[in-house]
Structure formats: structure tokens, C-alpha cells
């Protein structure tokens, strides 16, 4: 039985005050429940703040990047240490918005989550297709080579800490989700490539999330599927409410 993952990328939202503020209001709304981690994943600049403001909650934290070095001369980095140091616990790594506008590649991913997995950190590890990709109808084919990508060199203990996150591109913040059967395929694809790089035990115990418009009208039935372990959420996850609902899945 894997346990749900829910996590709340905030982007480039949130100033610190407006970060504590979001907390406060959602944890009084998300319910004790040992079936599923709540993360939310704020900038750089509000993380210290918002672990402080998430402690005594079940509330986990989670930074939007890591580099693979312990320090040096990376400009604008930031080191699984320096994350560790303020009590973060998971990093989304790969998502796709860092993949097109920034030169994420898929030996950086590789790179960013082995240093995270090696920290003690959980990595999210997005991948997912364009539009242009799913009309070809190669979806299946180009997920299967990110995540390929992605895990090499990981050892299977490494691998079953991860999360693996699912995000067509052509569903973030556009308010098309993907159908939940179109979630469940791909979802099904990433565990069956996992099985065949590692093994089917490792890739049982692997969490994969789906992420792209999810809404707190579509959180449940997405949650139905059986290989769907959570959903990485990017508008619904600042408004407190819908959160809370979302990570309150039925
Ligand atoms: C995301 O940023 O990972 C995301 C899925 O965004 P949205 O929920 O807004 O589509």
C-alpha cells in the first residue's frame, strides 16, 4: 500500500508574509490523516519561514530545486545542505517550467535527484510531453526515456524513496486536465519502465503523482486510479480551500 503524496508547488509565488499566512489558514483544514503527505513547495526566499510556520502541523516542506554540488561556484544555486539546514524535506526537481525556460536537461535531473536521494531529501521528478508529442502519439515512448534518464545510476533502495511526478505540459496552469484513463496510462507506463530498470517490487513502492490543472473537483477520481499515488498541484495549491481539499481526497 503506497502512501498518497500531495504537494503544492507554489512557482514564483508567495512573498514570506503571505506564505505564513497560507499555512495558517490551511492547516487547520487538511485533516490528521496517515495516508497521505502534505508538502507545499514555496520560493527560496520564503522556505525558512514557512518551515517554521508548518511546524506542529502535518504540513512538510519542500524547495522548487537543488544543485548536485555540496558548494562552489554556482551562481544562483542552491546545495542539498543549505536546504537540509532549514528543515526542508522534498524538492521538486525537472519540473518542466525549469526544463523550458531555464535549460533543464535530463542528466541535470539525473544529477539534482541522485544528490537529493544521497542528502535525505525526496525528490519530485517531473517528466512529462508537449502537446506537439501526445498528438504524434509518442507520449508513452518519450516518458519512458525521461525517466530512464532520470533514475540512472540510482540503486533501487534510492529509487522507492523518490516520488515520480506525471505533468503533460499541454495540463499546467491551462485548466485542461488530463483524463483520469490519460493520467493512469502514462502513471501506468512510468511503473511498468521502473519495473524493467529495476524491479516490479521497487516499482510497487514507487509514489507517482499526476500534476496538471488538478482542481478539487477532479482530485478524487484521479485518486481512484491505480496508479496514481498523488497529484503535484501548481494554481489550486494557493488558495488554502481548494487545497485542502485536494489534499483531503476521498
Ligand atoms: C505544476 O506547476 O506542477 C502544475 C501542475 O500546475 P497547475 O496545477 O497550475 O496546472
Redesign the pocket.
Known sequence: MRKAVIAG?W?MNNTIAAGKQLIKDLAPLVKENSKVDIVVCPTYTALAAVVEAAKGTNIHVGAQNVHWEKSGAFTGEISTDMLKEIGVEYV?IG???RREYFGETDEGVNKRSRAALAAGLVPII?CGETLEIREAGTTNTFVKGQIEAALNQMTADDVVKAVI?Y?PIW?????KTATFEQAEEVCAVIRETIAAQFDQTTADKVRIQY????KPTTIDGLMQKPNVDG???????LKAPDFARIANFN
Open positions: 508547488n512557482k521538486v519540473h518542466s517550467e517531473c511526478a505533468e495540463a499546467i496552469g491551462t485548466g500534476g496538471g490543472s488538478v497529484a503535484l498541484v501548481g494554481g489550486a495549491s
